[in-house]
């Protein structure tokens, strides 16, 4: 449903309020260090995303000389999907701007490691549950610095990229101005044949609204498919997606998502055009 009339601003809202570009890390940095983290912690991994890694292995590009896929969650937080798709036997990189949030996602991975609550796996359950798994590993970095890429390299052989990279409320969570960014960062980090997976949300709030989170319906067509500025002022997919560096591979409605995110959330699979 979309928002009508000015809503009262939510603490988040009014954290970020008058912040710039520049400001934007620390005052998410300031949250983890006052234990507000709680203001987006939903209390489990996305199940919109496990039914998509346990439904449509298709979808999935393939694993090579006998290697995981390796992926990437950036702005992680408490590292819910992070650990739901190493449970998956997915080599899994989280990155979160917030050291102590790093701390907090580091504990949480290797708690679910080493015993798994049922909420990480979807109807196939049965399969992954005692199936292999694979590692995690946190680290406290910016997404738009380089700097921590060397961290992700992992052995003698390894691919240059991620095979897969998951967005969920981070691109939502930054400054519209910083979309563009964004999306360089995505061409940079993403594998020649790799996909980057977007959970949309919110797709109900008004795009002129205040964030974060900020609106995200046709944002990602308008970034990702026409390369303009994702800053737009009509909710919905336009144009032919001729202008961007990416394709969209399938846009569809999951079965399951977040309480927050039901009936609007759409999944949206992508790859740098070839
Ligand atoms: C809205 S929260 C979402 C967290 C997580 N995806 C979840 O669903 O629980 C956004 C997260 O991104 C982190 N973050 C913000 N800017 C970042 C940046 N430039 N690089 C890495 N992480 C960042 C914040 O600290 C915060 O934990």
């Known amino acids: 449903m979309a928002e009508t009339g000015k809503q009262p601003p939510t603490r ?96 949480y991975c290797s708690s679910q490691l080493s015993s798994s609550l049922d909420y990480n796996f979807g109807k196939e359950s049965s399969t992954w549950r005692d199936g292999e798994k694979g590692e995690v590993r946190i680290i406290a970095g910016d997404f738009f610095a380089r700097d921590w890429e060397a961290q992700c390299r992992n052995g003698v052989g390894d691919r240059a990229g991620f095979d897969l990279i998951y967005d969920y409320t ?44 900020w609106g995200l319906n046709g944002v990602h067509w308008d970034l990702l498919a026409e390369g303009n500025s994702g800053v737009i002022d009509e909710p919905g997919d336009k144009g032919e997606g001729k202008g961007g560096q990416f394709e969209r591979l399938s846009k569809f409605k999951p079965e399951r998502s977040y309480e927050a995110g039901r009936d609007s959330d759409m999944v949206s699979v992508w790859r740098l055009k070839r």
């Open 12 to 107: 988040l809202m009014s954290h970020f309020t008058n912040r710039s570009e520049k400001e934007q890390s620390s005052a998410w940095t300031s949250l983890w260090e006052t234990n507000e983290n709680d203001l987006w912690d939903r209390g489990g991994p996305n199940p919109a995303l496990i039914d998509f890694i346990e439904s449509r292995p298709g979808a999935l590009p393939k694993a090579r000389d006998g290697r995981k896929l390796k992926a990437l969650v950036p702005g992680c937080g408490k590292g819910y999907d992070v650990a739901s798709l190493a449970l998956h036997n997915i080599t899994v990189f989280g990155l979160e701007i917030s050291e102590k949030g790093a701390g907090v996602a580091r504990q």
């Open 170 to 213: 981070f691109l939502c969570a930054l400054l519209p101005s910083m979309r563009p960014d964004w999306r360089r960062r995505m061409s940079e980090l993403l594998a020649p044949d790799g996909i980057l997976v977007c959970l949309e949300f919110p797709m109900y709030k008004n795009l002129k609204a205040a964030g974060p989170p």
